[in-house]
């Protein structure tokens, strides 16, 4: 366990190194001057100049990279041309909020799709099922933004139960928070329970097929124990695969909801950073968006390993 | 009184009254004790007595008539929940495949200790002394230690032991075995075969076996059934079936074993094969690839009827054309 613990953990480093040299390079792919953004009639040639030096661009690309990889390194992501902050405590700041909208959001998909799958699986083919698959299928195919904005049309507009956005800070008043954070993670989350309740059903019915499961039901088990103890336990493999991922989409996800409901999260930052033009913030947040998903990944290679010993050995 | 008695068990493949059936009218009793071995080829329907008694069936196959009846007790008649209190106490059954049949991400010593613990209602100390004992019963070497084996880190061999031990956890009365030892190599077969037989005897339980290996049955069976297309083509004891086989599907499985006096000839087959599931002849399902086959055959399926008092069989014209003296004999 160890070994495979330190292989996974080396295996991370070179894709690390590849998406910071991606951070790097977005100030390359984003077409326009860097500068042009910040700039207008007014400005003189000293100004463009005095810019381009405080953004490095007047070093070869080479250097450039290797100061890039410098500064990140020692934790430095740069200074927000607009917020005139460092990048990185700009980040702090709004991290939390959206590691918690996602968190949240993940905890709603997987426990309702890991229950809605697990359920059709087991009533397969009937109403039931068709009825579940349906609604997994209807969540699947919903806009995430377009749903936010609906949920704030009738739950805070017309029923008037729920705030349309904006963030209240969990000490300042522990009920406006979860009243706040209600509609943004039920529109984060609803994509994905319909993902991971599909994904369920059919790894599950792939498990329910299995010869050890009839052998389960020679022992006289009852049908909930084996479902719960030799069902899904197998089942779980291909689920954490797309837990992963969905990790990740969440995150990316979250830019869009923190928008449609006024939260001041990263992705929020990193929106207001592409609409100005403000390379440090792009670049550090999709740094470190990046590295949080190499992180969830991480976690569920482990997660791998400890339900199935086999993949130990691997 | 049998400790087991079937009777009349039909099985179909999904709904209706029209449903084909992959067992019909099966009827047997089997003491404790005692070994029966079912034979027959592939598609005979053995594997599905074995799912049906156990209660083990899965859509869209059901069991549509007959009873089955444990120490008195008709198990058919308080549904599927009595059912499942029957299974892993009075009933157990081993699989053809150990490969797959155990949980391949749950330790060995918890698949044996999760029947002693909720089937039983020991404590965990008391299932994990008796998962030891039980391990060590199936001749599993450092039996101790191997509680903490996840399945792969077995050979198939020890697999099938392990299963043993978890059908055996729970003391059944009729132990059912699928095929035990098909998928293991040959020495490893007679040392399966050998403890199942042991533990048979020691224990006083009954021995369903189900094995198209004929020469399995000379070694274990008190009773043999030899079951064709889903019926019950002949029933008899061990000796009876070597010795004087009355049902012409019998005579040509025995005459099938290839020995080694016949040197280079060619092995002896039975021409044709098993009809499919709705496929099946209305009266003798043997009929059409029966050598002694007559009119008289072909209308109603012929009843099971009583030759002596250790043999019946299920055909209007037993020993066919063939004298007793000319039966194939084994070994």
Known sequence: MRDYLLRRLVSVIPVLFLVSLMSFAVIWIIPGDPTAAFLDASSTPEDVARLREMLGLDKPPLVQMAEWYGRVLTGDLGQSILLRIPVLSAILERLPLTLLLATLALILAVGLGVAAGTFAATRRGTWADQSVMSLALLGLSVPDFWLGLLLIVVFSVQLGWLPSGGYVPLLDDPLGWAKSMVLPTITLAVVQVGFIARMTRSAMLDVISQDFMRTADSKGLSGLYIILRHGLPNAMMPILTVTGIIAGALLGSAVVVEQVFALPGVGRLIIGGILSRDYPIIQGGLLFLTVIYLLINLVVDLLYATIDPRVRLE | ?331
């Open chain 2, 1 to 331: 009184m049998s400790m087991l008695k079937v009777e009349n068990l039909t099985t179909v493949v999904g709904s209706g009254a029209s449903a084909p059936s992959v067992l019909e009218d099966v009827s047997f009793t089997l003491d404790a004790g005692e070994v029966l071995c079912v034979v027959g080829e592939s598609g005979s329907g053995k594997s599905m007595l074995a799912l049906t008694i156990m209660g083990l069936l899965g859509f869209p196959v059901r069991r549509a008539g007959g009873r089955i009846i444990l120490d008195g007790d008709d198990i058919t008649a308080g549904g599927t929940s009595a059912w499942r209190q029957r299974r892993g106490r009075d009933l157990s059954m081993i699989f053809q495949e150990p490969m797959t049949s155990l949980n391949p991400i749950m330790r060995v010593g918890e698949q044996i200790g999760e029947v002693l613990r909720l089937r039983k209602g020991m404590s965990a100390d008391e299932a994990r002394r008796r998962a030891v004992e039980l391990l060590e019963r199936v001749e599993i070497p450092a039996a101790a230690s191997r509680l903490a084996a996840f399945p792969h880190e077995l050979s198939g061999g020890m697999r099938q032991r392990v299963m043993i031990a978890v059908a055996l956890a729970a003391e059944p009365k009729l132990l059912i075995a699928d095929e035990p030892t098909t998928a293991l190599d040959v020495t490893i077969q007679a040392q399966i075969l050998d403890l199942l037989r042991d533990i048979q005897a020691e224990s006083g339980m009954a021995l369903m076996l189900i094995t198209h290996d004929l020469g399995v049955v000379a070694e274990m069976a008190h009773k043999v059934m030899v079951l064709y297309a889903g019926r019950v083509a002949e029933m008899a004891d061990v000796k009876t079936v070597f010795d004087a086989p009355a049902h012409p599907y019998t005579q040509a499985l025995l005459a099938s074993i290839p020995s080694l006096d016949s040197g280079g000839d060619r092995l002896v087959t039975i021409p044709g094969s098993v009809p499919g599931v709705g496929l099946m002849p209305k009266g003798c399902r043997f009929a059409p690839r029966c050598p002694h086959v007559k009119e008289a055959c072909r209308p109603a399926p012929p009843p099971l009827a009583i030759l002596e008092a250790s043999q019946s069989v299920a055909c209007l014209r037993p020993f066919g054309y063939v004298r007793r003296e000319e039966t194939p004999t084994h070994g």
